[in-house]
């Protein structure tokens, strides 16, 4: 089991490929997590909201984690996002993940009921209490509709329940907040954000590490941008963040809603740069469709993105 007391750096929340009828084609998973690796990611984090976790079942989802883990083969630590309405399912994704192997779990808060804090407590730790690798928090009430609140999360890591957080608001001003608190009440917590602004939150004291969608995409750019901030380049983290800024674009390049345009876009991406086979999406999502393809492949190759070997 890897350690991750350190993890810190991208960690991109992989995209899921699918094939024309909504299977998981795990042969163009293999190949983006390769391209992930070797453009120096920090590690991999599985079956989150950019990878459709809630449109594969269970099956699917085991699938998606273990081909992670032994395409990495130890190179990288893994978490896996095991989340579900209910304590005992969120267990159950839980217990199928480690037994293929992933470093880590994440759990969001329930979806579809609203749940207290105190709900929410209770949740954490039957979970940590039944899976025995680090459990992480991700926090996104934009899909759940609960938010896991500062005091919620400290009680949770300073009696050793959560090793870490995923928050997903894009909110830095609370970012900022909850690092404060941590440091304050002296607990081990690592914090990453969902975030594509590398540069400003590498700069951010008690801040880990970025968990960018777009990463998918560019994801050499994501790491130098991190690396060159911590480092105090910031000329050339800045460089690397231009880039990073600019593939965002390519999100928009594709129908749908918010989330179906922005996974879309990077599928379509993927699919002109060879990485993965086909672009589509669980439906009813938006699956890009061939004169999207194009316009989008176009703007790749003019951000100048490509596939390093």
């Given amino acids: 089991m890897t350690d991750l007391t350190a993890l810190s750096g991208i960690v991109p929340p992989i995209l899921t490929p699918l094939m024309p009828d909504g299977q998981v084609d795990l042969r163009s998973l293999m190949r983006l ?22 449109c594969i079942d269970a099956e699917e989802r085991e699938h998606v984690t273990g081909t992670i ?3 990495l083969d130890g190179k990288l630590p893994v978490i896996a996002n095991v989340s579900d309405c209910s304590t005992r399912l969120t267990v159950g994704h839980a217990r199928r993940a480690v037994a293929v192997g992933a470093d880590a779990i994440a759990v969001t808060p329930p979806y579809y009921y609203g749940n207290s804090q105190e709900e929410l407590l209770h949740m954490y730790r039957e979970v940590r209490d039944a899976i025995d690798v680090p459990l ?7 899909t759940v509709k609960t938010r896991v609140e500062i005091p919620t999360i400290i009680e949770l890591a300073r009696e050793g329940t959560v090793a870490g957080i995923k928050d997903s608001q894009g909110d ?13 009440a002296g607990v081990p917590l690592r914090i990453f954000l969902g975030s594509k602004a590398m540069t400003e939150v590498a700069l951010i004291p008690g801040l880990h590490g970025c968990i960018p969608g ?28 231009h880039l990073v800024d600019a593939a965002m674009g390519l999100l928009d390049m594709t ?27 669980s439906s009813p999502l938006h699956t890009a469709d061939a004169t999207e393809i194009a316009a989008v492949g176009e703007r790749t190759r003019e951000l100048g ?4 070997k």
């Fill in 33 to 54: 997590t390769r391209y992930l690796l070797i453009n120096g990611v920090h590690g991999i984090w599985a079956c989150g909201t950019t990878g459709e976790f809630a």
């Fill in 69 to 71: 883990v032994e395409t």
């Fill in 136 to 142: 992480y928090i991700y926090n996104i009430p934009s």
């Fill in 172 to 184: 830095l001003p609370w970012a900022r907040e909850l690092a404060s608190a941590v440091a304050e």
């Fill in 214 to 241: 777009i990463a998918n995409v560019v994801p050499r750019a994501c790491v130098d941008a991190w690396e060159q901030a911590e480092r105090g380049n910031i000329d050339a983290a800045r460089t690397a963040q």
């Fill in 255 to 281: 129908a749908g809603g918010r989330h179906a345009r922005s996974f879309g876009g990077m599928k379509a991406s993927l699919v002109t740069l060879g990485v993965i086979t086909h672009p589509t999406m």
């Fill in 305 to 308: 993105i490509t596939v390093r």
